[in-house]
């Protein structure tokens, strides 16, 4: 099982920056695809970007929302998972949950990012990210 601790979160103006982190610690070897989820207030968790674990040659994968203002990286020596978000936008204020899935990113990229969601089977308790214009 695995732990995994977020923060970075806070407040900031629209056209802002903030930078995510997701600490993991625990038995991550089962773990294939790690990713981003947020969920807004009444709405649904959504994906907004995964990254295969422990591959130095993996290529994130971005929900059209955020592709070209966020970018996810990984230190796999500090097993810690990173979201840049440049450009933030009012619509982006969620609370912001990395996740851990046993299946690989590449199977999950033939679904429907709606879809992708039921296979992260580890999840962290979130921060909170508020974009005010």
């Not at 038995?27 to 968790?45: H, T």
Request: glycine share 10%; hydrophobic share 30%; proline share 2%.
């Amino acid at each position: 099982q695995v732990q995994l601790v977020e923060s970075g979160g806070g407040s900031v103006q629209a056209g802002g920056s903030l930078r995510l982190s997701c600490a993991a610690s625990g038995y991550f070897d089962d773990n294939k695809c790690m990713g981003w989820f947020r969920e807004a207030p009444g709405k649904e968790r959504e994906g907004v970007a995964t990254i295969d674990a422990d591959d130095k040659y993996s290529h994130p994968q971005y929900a059209d929302s955020v592709e070209g203002r966020f970018t996810l990286s990984e230190d796999n020596t500090k097993k810690t998972l990173y979201l840049q978000m440049n450009n933030l936008a009012p619509e982006d204020t969620a609370m912001y949950y990395c996740a851990a899935s046993g299946r690989s990113c590449y199977y999950l990229s033939l679904l429907q990012w709606s879809d992708r969601r039921k296979h992260f089977n580890e999840w962290g308790q979130g921060t909170q990210v508020t974009v005010f214009s």
